[in-house]
T-cell receptor
Framework: DADVTQTPRNRITKTGKRIMLECSQT?????MYWYRQDPGLGLRLIYYSFDVKDINKGEISDGYSVSRQAQAKFSLSLESAIPNQTALYFC???????????FGSGTRLTVV | AQSVTQPDIHITVSEGASLELRCNYSYGATPYLFWYVQSPGQGLQLLLKYFSGDTLVQGIKGFEAEFKRSQSSFNLRKPSVHWSDAAEYFC????????????FGAGTRLAVHP
């Protein structure tokens, strides 16, 4: 099994629908992150979390929310999806003491 | 604010040719720097990282990068490119403020001609 698992891998949804992207990890890392990737823009940080009681907004959090259900689980929700949220979404984890991420395989989300 | 600039959006090289991908960062202190590679349809894989010490770091797949403080650069190099190196490459720096947040460049897409 992968160290960081994202589900679903691909999703097509309609404008206005609520959708949740899930991330779970077996690394034992306490820090978790959600990024979105758009062509020509690289990866931009949506939310990040130090532990289950610590949630922080990144540079592009509008239109998104997150839940840290346990140390190993970090979910990203789009309350009312819009077409410009079509992107590739990555979850990542990091150890407390060692910089650098372990990435999931990504979720490709299309909002029509 | 901290930032990472990858000046080249697309680069095309011939198989067997040498490669250099540019990365410039803005950061006040000694940065923690990374290069990641993303093959088509895949996630991101760590190529190499620099934290301190020797400014020339070796990574996987025959890649290396050199940290140059005076130029605020961390360029990625490979002496002989293989067709399988065609991918998108991202440079990243750890942001200040804790949490080990990474700031990524926009990426450089590498095409390899036979």
């Amino acid at each position: 099994d992968a160290d960081v698992t994202q589900t679903p891998r691909n999703r097509i949804t309609k404008t206005g629908k609520r959708i949740m992207l899930e991330c779970s990890q077996t690394k034992g890392h306490d820090r978790m992150y959600w990024y979105r990737q758009d062509p020509g823009l690289g990866l931009r940080l949506i939310y990040y979390s130090f532990d289950v009681k610590d949630i922080n907004k990144g540079e592009i959090s509008d239109g998104y929310s997150v839940s840290r259900q346990a140390q190993a689980k970090f979910s990203l929700s789009l309350e009312s999806a819009i077409p410009n949220q079509t992107a590739l979404y990555f979850c990542a984890t990091s150890d407390l003491t060692t910089p650098g991420y372990t990435f999931g395989s990504g979720t490709r989300l299309t909002v029509v | 604010a901290q930032s990472v600039t990858q000046p080249d959006i697309h680069i095309t090289v011939s198989e067997g040719a040498s490669l250099e991908l540019r990365c410039n960062y803005s950061y006040g202190a000694t940065p923690y720097l990374f290069w990641y590679v993303q093959s088509p349809g895949q996630g991101l894989q760590l190529l190499l990282k620099y934290f301190s010490g020797d400014t020339l770091v070796q990574g996987i797949k025959g890649f290396e990068a050199e940290f140059k403080r005076s130029q605020s650069s961390f360029n990625l190099r490979k002496p002989s490119v293989h067709w399988s190196d065609a991918a998108e490459y991202f440079c990243a720096v750890v942001a200040s403020g804790g949490y080990n947040k990474l700031i990524f460049g926009a990426g450089t897409r590498l095409a390899v001609h036979p």
